[in-house]
């Protein structure tokens, strides 16, 4: 009798099987799927969905979105595995690049509409997605760095004034720490890519200070770690953090335990803890997520990094999410194609937190004052640079992650830390 | 859940819910309906080896094979060619704080010895007091209770724990809740390296969790050791005149000793393999790298598959003695019964 109602039961789970084969088969639509892996969650991934909306129901066709903070190794996994998803949009162009070099990743040039992206966007994004000739990466939403955030009342209150050149901002933090107040919020924290808040320091002092052809060699490779310029940016940096630092709120110990979107909230404690946080564009989401009163321009409002070499003034570091295709289906062209166009880019910038890098998408579309300025920023930078350690190679952008972590721990171990830098340069470039 | 994925490829589907079951049970028959074909004598000789064949063909398939072609790599570079122990040199340059050494440190002096230590005692501790009193079972339960956490979960809960605040703010975590109401500076546990940049403090940070993950593991296994105690022993010992802590120390211990061994070998290995905690609490930084960990950072985020293996082949290599030492130890359990 146990056998027959196991054998009845198995017959019953196999018929409601192939039950649900039937009719998932059947209810499947002509217009296909298309699996996306992304690093955006939350609130950022509410807006990419609000993206995608008005595509999936002009094409009917079905996304499967997926995320992971540690989107490198995931890829890197589903890559090896044969099992890419068909479009992913990676926040650093380093682990692309290395697929894109492996022959991984789809070249772009007869795939999409390079007509209507040539003439929307400026070469230097073009030039950027592309290697070896090919184009394989493009941008669909971009942040401006160096913007240094303030709350515009407590700046009122102690009557300081928004510095308009490095030493200004200098005598600003002494000014304010003379109060008994620290000057900056810095959060550092950041799963496995920790560290890189300060590499955003870094990279904007290197720039503005020792101009855009030590730049592109300290990208390259080229430009030692242990070299005067790069040793000046930390140094520089130091003095900003202050011996020990003394000029952060909450010390090393906060800057290390903070988790990067926590770090500029402590500017609207009362009383304030810190008054100035260093941070992308992008930043503006997660102080109205923890306020949620806070109004722009009234509540918060930035002013780019102070020039440090007026031969260099007007010099800029900026970043985006590069889109690429692993795998070559009429869905995943077609979103490819949606994707560049102003409309879709338009979406999100509405709703707040991004800069669209195509030039049709409208002015008026940025939400508030703040973001248009960074966009028009964007728009008016004299020298324009990509995120540094987002071009290098995977091994020396973990290191140099690291070393602000090491710097950070200890100021006074510099010279230790530039010279493995140099170590991990003289194999990673390989 | 969207079962949408699964229906997406049918195939796949029914060659696993139909072919896989169709496939065994015709190893199995017709294995059988061979060694009845052979004269008597020989059955005992093949009969085995056909029950045994599966188990043999995926251990040789996805650990044996593997692991040869890791030592392999491990002597070549990331395009195949042989480039004898360097990437061994690479792995094993520059101590005490290059390469792998702080990996090495940590895995085979600070968790190895406190890892074990924490557990074993804590378990031991545990098992034993809790012999004594009625409401034994429900105690157990709740001890065992972390076992059922998958790590990531637990890593994220004892990252809340380890929580800092700067001094003068609401300590949101549970320690330092703690640590600042006795009048003390909040510490970052998982951040500071005291003493002395030697990170020894961090990496007990990250060793207590892990250890109130596995401690019910332990305490189980030690308290069924414990219950195998003949009552009549401990009496005698008893009348004799014995107080309990010489019961313990001179009876219970020495007989519980080749389970204790067991459960630590076994904990050394897993001491040697730690990386969950690690990764999602510190991701290796402030000096708190293991072995495991490391491995796989060089392997998916620096697309090192050379460098990758040599660890992995260190961390063998860190393991093999212990594994003999494991076997070994089972097979005189086995003699002794």
């Known amino acids: ?430 | 859940m969207d079962f949408g994925v699964l229906l997406s490829d049918l195939p796949t589907l029914v060659v696993v819910i139909v072919g896989v079951p169709i496939v065994l049970a015709a190893y199995i028959v017709g294995g059988e309906f061979v060694v009845r074909r052979l004269p008597d004598k020989n059955r005992p000789q093949v009969r085995p080896w056909i029950w045994v064949g599966p188990a043999i063909f995926l251990v040789a398939a996805i650990l044996f094979i593997p692991a040869i072609f890791t030592v392999i790599q491990s002597f070549q570079d990331n395009h195949g060619n042989f480039v004898g122990l360097q990437n061994y040199a690479n792995q094993l340059a520059d101590f005490p704080s290059g390469g792998a050494w702080i990996a090495i440190r940590n895995n085979i002096i600070i968790w190895l010895i406190f890892y074990t230590l924490f557990v074993l005692a804590f378990g031991l501790a545990l098992a034993v007091l809790f012999d004594r009193v009625s409401y034994e079972t429900v105690v157990k339960s709740l001890i065992f209770m972390p076992m059922a956490i998958s790590s990531v979960a637990l890593g994220v809960i004892w990252k809340f724990m380890f929580w800092y605040q700067p001094p003068g703010s609401p300590q949101t975590g549970t320690l330092n809740a703690i640590v600042t109401s006795l009048h003390h500076e909040p510490v970052a546990w998982l951040q500071d390296q005291w003493p002395n940049g030697l990170a020894v403090l961090n990496n007990l940070a990250l060793i207590g969790a892990a250890t109130w993950g596995i401690t019910g593991f332990a305490m189980v296994i030690l308290s069924a050791a414990l219950k195998g105690i003949p009552g009549e022993l401990l009496e005698a010992a008893r009348v004799d005149g014995a107080g309990e802590l010489t019961v313990f120390r001179r009876v219970i211990f020495p007989l519980m000793m080749p389970t204790i061994v067991v459960v630590g070998t076994t904990l050394v290995i897993f001491a040697l393999k730690a990386f969950d905690v690690v990764y999602v609490m510190t991701n290796g930084n402030y000096n708190t790298d293991v072995l495991a960990f490391r491995m796989y950072n060089l392997l998916y985020l620096s697309h090192n598959p050379a460098g990758a293996s040599a660890v992995a082949i260190i961390l063998l290599i860190a393991v093999v003695p212990v594994l003999i030492f494991n076997l070994r130890q089972f097979r005189a359990v086995e003699a002794r019964r």
């Not at chain 1, 080229?222 to 000029?247: C, H, M, R, Y």
């Not at chain 1, 509540?299 to 260099?312: G, V």
Request: hydrophobic share 40%; charged share 15%.
């Open chain 1, 1 to 430: 009798m146990q056998s027959s109602s196991l054998i009845r039961a198995l017959t019953v789970a196999m018929a409601a099987v192939f039950t649900a084969v039937a009719c998932g088969t059947s209810s499947t639509g002509n217009a296909g799927s298309i699996k996306i892996l992304a690093a955006w969650s939350g609130q950022e991934q509410a807006s990419f969905f609000a993206v995608l909306k008005p595509w999936e129901d002009k094409t009917g066709i079905k996304v499967n979105y997926e995320y992971s903070r540690d989107l490198d190794a995931l890829l890197t996994t589903r890559v090896g595995a044969g099992n890419p998803p068909d479009l992913t949009a990676a926040p650093s162009p380093t682990t692309l690049t290395n697929f894109a070099k492996q022959g991984k990743v789809i070249a772009l040039d007869d795939k999409i509409d390079i007509a209507s992206l040539k003439s929307n966007y400026a070469q230097s994004w073009i030039d950027l997605g592309t290697i070896n000739g090919k184009l394989y990466q493009t941008y669909s939403w971009v942040a401006v760095k160096g913007l240094i955030w303030y709350d515009p009342k407590n700046f009122q209150a102690k009557s300081y004034n928004v510095p308009s050149n490095w030493q200004s901002l200098l005598d600003l933090q002494t000014t304010i720490k003379a109060s008994g107040v620290t000057p900056w919020c810095i959060a550092l924290e950041s799963g496995s890519a920790s560290g890189w808040p300060g590499s955003d320091w870094l990279k904007e002092i290197v720039l503005s200070q020792s101009g855009p052809a030590v730049y592109d060699g300290w990208v390259a490779g080229t430009q030692k770690w242990t070299s005067p310029e790069i040793k000046s940016a930390f140094t520089t940096w130091g003095q900003v953090l202050g011996p020990n630092d003394s000029n952060v709120y909450g010390g090393k110990q906060f800057m290390l335990a903070t988790n990067f979107g926590d770090g500029g909230t402590h500017m609207f404690d009362n009383p304030p803890k810190c008054y100035m946080h260093n941070q992308a564009s992008f930043i503006t989401t997660f102080f109205t997520s923890a306020v949620p009163s806070l109004q722009p321009v009234t509540d918060f409002n930035f002013f780019p990094l102070p020039d440090i070499t007026a031969q260099y003034a007007g010099a800029h570091v900026v970043a985006g999410d590069s889109w690429s295709m692993f795998r070559d289906t009429p869905q995943a062209r077609s979103l490819m194609n949606y994707l560049i166009t102003a409309d879709a880019q338009a979406i999100w910038v509405k709703r707040g937190g991004k800069i669209s890098p195509n030039k049709q998408t409208p002015l008026d579309a940025y939400p508030d004052a703040l973001t248009k300025e960074s966009a028009q920023i964007l728009v008016a930078t004299k020298i324009a640079k990509y995120d540094a350690t987002d071009q290098m190679p995977a091994d020396m952008r973990a290191a140099a992650w690291k070393a602000v972590l090491d710097f950070v721990g200890d100021q006074s171990k510099l010279d230790s830390i530039l010279k493995t830098l140099d170590g991990v340069q003289a194999t990673a470039y390989k």
